[in-house]
T-cell receptor, first 115, second 116 residues
């Protein structure tokens, strides 16, 4: 069965430090991959997505993610974290490429930023 | 970018009453809308997928008679929680897929339902 795992439930980093949030998926084919961020009281905002092509994708707010097919991973990175990045981050996998179908969300990683 | 609104943002109701939540795509046509439920500190659980003009497809374990979904137009889907009980209290989030952008969903801000 398809699944998405985010091994880190909670991460704390200092402001200005680098960040990497891990995401692994289980799927028989190359999926569509997404990272969303959810701030308290806010809706989900798309940070970036991978459909095909260059495996290193750039997103908003200085985030990037790299698709590694051999590792079934799509880790999110940011070189220097800002206090405003504290939020819940969800990795998601879209399963069908030709029509709308399920998007499965990972369990989420909660990010805290120390001033 | 595409904007999705939800109304109301918060609702408190008595046990046994029904509550309707609206999800609207404001500046695009949404062929498909999705309804999720999110428990505190948890991920999003897909409840159902609704396509304009057809019946919703419910995920396993979701009671279709409890959670009525209507997708009457390309910009509006509604979720009605019928005979709500305290265990239905949750954060309900809708998302909409824009025609031509396969698998990308745009999310509404969510509705906090509290059943007393």
């Amino acid at each position: 069965a398809q699944s998405v795992t985010q091994p880190d439930i909670h991460i704390t980093v200092s402001e200005g430090a680098s960040l990497e949030l891990r995401c692994n998926y289980s799927y028989g084919a190359t999926p569509y991959l997404f990272w969303y961020v959810q701030s308290p009281g806010q809706g989900l905002q798309l940070l970036l997505k991978y459909f095909s092509g260059d495996t290193l994708v750039q997103g908003i707010k200085g985030f990037e993610a790299e698709f590694k097919r051999s590792q079934s991973s799509f880790n999110l990175r940011k070189p220097s974290v800002h206090w405003s990045d504290a939020a819940e981050y969800f990795c998601a996998v879209g399963l069908i490429k030709t029509s709308y179908d399920k998007v499965i969300f990972g369990p989420g990683t909660s990010l805290s930023v120390i001033p | 970018g595409a904007v999705v609104s939800q109304h109301p943002s918060r609702v408190i109701c008595k046990s046994g009453t029904s509550v309707k939540i609206e999800c609207r795509s404001l500046d695009f046509q949404a062929t498909t809308m999705f309804w999720y439920r999110q428990f505190p500190k948890k991920s999003l659980m897909l409840m159902a997928t609704s396509n304009e003009g057809s019946k919703a497809t419910y995920e396993q374990g979701v009671e279709k008679d409890k959670f009525l979904i209507n997708h009457a137009s390309l910009t509006l889907s509604t979720l009605t929680v019928t005979s709500a009980h305290p265990e239905d209290s949750s954060f309900y989030i809708c998302s909409a897929g824009e025609r031509g952008t396969y698998n990308e969903q745009f999310f509404g801000p969510g509705t906090r339902l509290t059943v007393l």
